[in-house]
Structures are given as C-alpha cells and as structure tokens.
C-alpha cells in the first residue's frame, strides 16, 4: 500500500526544517549556537559567559548532553576575583522538562582543571545567584552529581570572616581507588583552618541515592575533627554515617562550627559514631576524656523546633575534681588550689591582707544560653584528687530552657553522708538571676577533714541547710549580693581532747596530753547558724560544746570581700592550773585564713603571774587559772545566749 501523493507532500514539508538542521549541524557544527547562549546568559545575569573553544551537543531525552571548551563565566562587579568559574572545558546534562519550567537543573556536571571561586558580601549578595542583584535564592543552577577533574577552589565571605583556598586532585591509578583528594587552608569566622581528606570521583552535590564516601582531617583554630564514613547530598546533608573524632581545648569552641552553647572545659577528645536523619543528629558510643576525666555516652540534637534540642546521658568512672572548675566559672586547676588550702598557724603579729581571691569569677556567657535547649545526665562513680574534700557518687540532672539552667538534683556522696542541692540560674535578665538550695545529710566529720585536726580524731555527723538568692555574671558576684540562711549542726560525737584544750589555751592539759597522748572527749553539740544579707553572713548562732571546753563565737564572713571576722570565747568546764584564756580571732581571707589571740589580754595575765611570784612563786599561777563553769551546758540555751549576743563585726586585734 502506498501513500497518497497529498500525505507524502506534507511529511516531506515537516521534516524538511528537521533535515536542514541535521545538514547545517552536519557542515557547520554547534559551534554558532556559542554566541546565542553568551548573548541570553549576558542578558539575564549581566555578567559574561565566554565559550571560546568548540561547542558539542549529544541530543537525547530527557537531558541532552553539551560539552564546551575553554569557558568562562564572570563575577559580578563587586566580587574580589575577575571570574567566578574557569575551566578548560565544561560537559554537562540539562534536564530539558525543568528547563521549560525556567528552572535550570543540571543531572551531572564535569569540569577539567576549574578555578572556582564563590563570595559573599557583606550585605548578603552571593555571587553564585543569578539574578542582576545576586539576593534571589531561586536564581541559581541546581547540580546533582559534580566531577572536578584538578582544580582550585576559593570562598570568601567578609560579614563571617571566613576565607578558604582548597586545591583538588582526581586519582585514576592502579595503586589508588578513583577519587578526589583535596586539601584546604585559611580562615574560618576569624579561626585558622587547615585540612585535607579524599573522597569519591563524583561529588552527589544533590544526590538524595547515592551515599558519597568521604576521608577527611581539618582544624579549625584550637579544635582537631577526623572522620571518615558517608555524606548523603553534600549540600542538605540529607544523611550522615561517619566514625568521628574530635579534640580540642574546651568544649566551649565548638559553638562557631555548630552554633550549640556547651560549657566551658578543660582539653578534651572523644571518638564516636556520628548519625543524622531527617531533623536527628546523634553522637553514639563515644568515650574520650575531659581533662583528667574519663567520660562516655551518647548524645544526641534534634534540630526541627524553635532551637536545637540536645539530651544527652554521660558516664565518668573516675571525673577528676580540678575539671569541676571551669564549669563553674573558675580558671583550670583552682578548685583543687583552693581545696587543699589550710588555715595559716597562729601568727605572731597581725596578719597581712591578701589580696588573692578563691571564689569563680569567670563570667557566665548567657549569650549562647538561648542557642539551644538541653536536658543531660551525669553520672560519676569516683573522684581523683580529692582527698582533702571525699566525693563520690556524683548524679546530677542539667536542664537548659528558654535561657533559664537548672541543676536539678545536683547529688554528691560526701564523707559518708550526702549533699543533695538544686540550683536555678535565670539567664534571661541582666545579671543572672540565681538560687542555690542546699542540704547535708549524715556527714562524717572524721571523713570530711580527713587531713586537719578536726577530721583525724573527730567522731560524728553534720548536718546543714543552705538557702540563698543572688544576682550577678559569676559565683563571685552572686555570692557577694546573696541573701538568705546557712544553718550547720552536729549532734553528738566524740573530738579530740588535746584539739579543745589548745582551743581553751590550757598550757598545763596540753603538757599533760603531750605526754600520756591524746584522747577523745564527748562532743555535746555543735551550732553554726547565719543570717546572709547583702553577701554578708552574720553569726546568729556559733557554738561548739565539750565536756572539756565550750566555744561561743560571733562576727561575720564577708562573701563579696571574702573576709573573715569571727571571734571565739572559750568557757572551760573543769579547772584548769595554768591558762591564758583569750578570745580567738578568726581573720584574713578565704585564700589565707589567719588565726590568733588577744596578746593585750594574755600579756596582762602573764605580767600579774610574774608580779605574784616576785611575791610568792606559789601565788604565780592564780592568774593563770581558768575556774570555769564546772557543769554541761544545755545546748538549746547555749543558741538562745548566742543569738542574743551583739552582732557588730569585731575589730581586728
């Protein structure tokens, strides 16, 4: 059966254009389409695109495939660099059913030996949109697969002060797997960078299939990362798979490269499993250190709600004492300073002020607080360093919301017993507003000073309440405008004997006791109670009853000066041959505590004893004897009398 002339006419009319296409395409090649392409881009963007080398099409549905030589496409007049891309050739895919949506999507690019550079401004223009202003986000070419074939890359961005070269090489050798190695230097917001890694020949910029294989080591300033696993779509991160390691000088570094507040520390490094999907990033079974701590856990941020949402469980078998400093605003290695500082022995002149503080005074960065919400848990078995303050057992709850840090409950196993607090930072007004309620149960004296006088001979149990409000940056400042109460009991127990009597400063029991040796004497009861205003802490009630000796204090400890002014008065209970008796003064700073007696009283009672002997050496010692009271005290009395004595702090003697 054969056409009809009419139908043979009108096929021949169609496909004559076609056939003349094919013929022009046949003698002069593509070539001509280079000028059309570099008028409409000029048009669009109002940058040049030159196409100076041959121009190929392979014609195909859906993405035809176009390959030019020795291209280049300019920067916008306000970019550093001339041209954004160079390269000796250019091949790529175009998605021709985007493209009649006005949307340009390229399926694979490849460019052999490219000089890319990207910038932002100042003012927010990026020079890899499009558009005449570089600002419309729709404006730009979306790439899948990317192939760079030994090349240069640069990215600038003034307002981030972020500047980075990065130099690619393409590996095809038998000895290695195809790939990409790169290696990269410069600034990162203001912080040296330097890395370098591998990874697979083709970049899945956009690829939501193909997990793309990733190597890689950088620093950026004083933080080390190594990680090595898979990157799905390199620019959404769609999902993530990598062994990581990290490393640094304080956790607190990290929030430029994660934009999450974590607490400052002492020098860390940790490994782990590093997993990400959809809104979840999680840090799974990594272990490492935090100064001389052990820690573990796993870690994990859920970033689809009104800020990063991070819950994390820790572990440390052993958490050394001195990386508890940082976290509370004071300088590394100050805690355990401050712990094992003693109290100075008896001068023999006034004490001279110091001026070295104890209290953390390192400033809260409440800035970041709002970065993100976060509820951790730590748990801690064992404590090094910390035999002058015994803790163990630590179990405490962080919760961050709103700008507002709770620690609640804040456990230790102390000395036997335990500290069980809860503490309230308010980060959303200026200063801090802060509240600490603190409670002692059960702690065993001879435990908790284990290396003092105290604590080598003392049998018995404290007990307190602490409940204060302050407001300030630091501890420092909280304390010194705190108000509220501090009271400390102990009940019963058993002290040394030769401790209460260089209390009462009877000279003949301390011989006595420095030849037969010392023994233990009844601890009746114990009373500290303070009313704190202001940051200073006036005695209500300050006693320390014996069967031997009873000790009535008053006076003050000043949180803001971080001074002290206290004064003890001895009443002995049994008659003592030869005694000074004085009042004790309690002085100097929390950093040099300094104690001695009232010299004018006790040079009086040995100049009546030398006075008596040049008349009797019998009648010598009647100064010098301390009758005493001769009976127990009843201890509610006792801080009844003590509550009702003078407040006024004491002058320094």
Not at 385 to 408: F, G, I, M, N, Q
Request: with cysteine; charged share 20%; net charge positive.
């Amino acid at each position: 059966m054969t056409l009809p002339r009419s139908l043979k006419w009108i096929a021949g009319i169609l496909l004559a254009p076609v056939a003349l296409a094919v013929l022009f395409i046949a003698v002069f090649g593509w070539n001509w389409l280079r000028a059309p392409i570099e008028r409409m881009t000029t048009e669009r963007t109002g940058r040049v695109l030159a196409i100076n080398g041959d121009l190929t099409v392979k014609l195909g549905w859906p993405s035809p495939h176009i390959r030019a030589a020795a291209v280049s496409f300019a920067n916008p007049p306000w970019a550093k660099e001339k041209q954004m891309v160079t390269a000796d050739a250019v091949d790529v895919t175009i998605h021709l059913p985007q493209l009649l949506t006005r949307n340009i999507v390229l399926p694979e690019v490849r460019l052999e030996h490219p000089v890319v550079f990207l910038e932002q401004a100042g003012d927010g223009r990026r020079n890899w949109l499009l558009d005449l202003d570089q600002q419309d986000e729709e404006a730009r070419i979306r790439i899948d697969r990317l192939t760079l074939d030994q090349g240069r890359l640069g990215y600038d961005d003034v307002g981030q002060k972020t500047s980075i070269r990065a130099e690619l090489s393409t590996s095809s050798s038998q000895a290695d797997a195809a790939g990409v190695s790169f290696s990269a230097q410069g600034q990162y917001q203001g912080m040296r960078l330097k890395g370098s890694g591998k990874g697979g020949p083709v970049l899945g910029l956009r690829d939501e299939a193909t997990p793309y294989p990733l190597q890689t080591e950088f620093s950026v300033g004083h933080t080390a990362v190594k990680a090595a696993g898979t990157i799905t779509s390199l620019l959404k991160f769609s999902a993530v798979d990598m062994r990581l390691a990290i490393r640094g000088d304080s956790l607190a570094q990290l929030f430029p490269l994660l934009g999450i507040a974590f607490p400052e520390t002492r020098a860390y490094a940790t490994e782990g499993h590093l997993l990400h999907q959809t809104n979840s990033w999680r840090y799974d079974k990594f272990s490492g250190r935090i100064g001389g701590s052990d820690i573990a856990g796993s870690l994990q941020v859920d970033t689809g709600g009104k800020r990063p949402a991070m819950k994390a469980d820790l572990v440390s078998k052993v958490l050394d004492i001195a990386d508890l400093g940082p976290l509370i605003g004071a300088r590394p290695g100050s805690v355990q300073a401050a712990k094992q500082a003693a109290p100075a022995p008896v001068p023999t002149a006034a004490p001279t002020p110091v001026l070295a503080r104890v209290l953390p005074n390192i400033p809260f960065n409440t800035d970041r607080w709002n970065s993100v919400d976060a509820e951790v848990t730590l748990k801690a078995k064992t404590f090094r360093h910390a035999k002058e303050l015994p803790l163990e057992d630590l179990v405490t709850h962080l919760s961050l919301r709103d700008s507002v840090l709770k620690l609640d409950p804040l456990d230790f196993g102390v000395a036997g017993g335990q500290l069980n607090a809860v503490i309230s930072l308010d980060g959303r007004s200026e200063p801090i507003q802060a509240q600490a309620r603190i409670k002692a149960r059960k702690i065993l004296l001879g435990q908790l000073f284990p290396s003092s006088a105290l604590g080598k001979a003392s049998i018995g149990q404290l007990n307190g309440d602490f409940d204060l409000r302050g407001t300030g940056s630091s501890v420092r400042q909280m304390l010194a405008s705190s108000a509220g109460k501090v009271d400390l009991v102990v009940a019963g127990g058993k002290v040394s004997k030769m401790m209460m009597e260089k209390a009462g400063l009877h000279l003949w029991e301390i011989l006595e006791l420095s030849v037969t040796g010392d023994r233990l004497v009844t601890l009746r009861c114990a009373v500290a109670g303070f009313d704190v205003k202001q940051g200073n802490m006036q005695a209500n009630a300050l006693i320390f009853d014996t069967e031997v000796t009873t000790i009535a204090g008053t006076g003050s400890i000043d949180l803001g000066e971080e001074k002290l002014n206290l004064t003890l008065n001895q009443k002995t209970k049994y008659t003592s041959p030869v005694a000074l008796r004085s009042p004790i003064y309690l002085r100097g700073s929390f950093a040099k505590p300094a104690v001695s007696v009232d010299k004018g009283r006790v040079a009086v009672r040995a100049l009546g004893a030398v006075a008596l002997g040049l008349v009797n050496p019998l009648l010598t010692l009647i100064p010098l004897i301390d009758a005493g009271p001769g009976k127990d005290s009843d201890c509610g009395e006792l801080v009844r009398e003590a509550r009702a004595l003078p407040r006024a702090p004491n002058k320094n003697p």
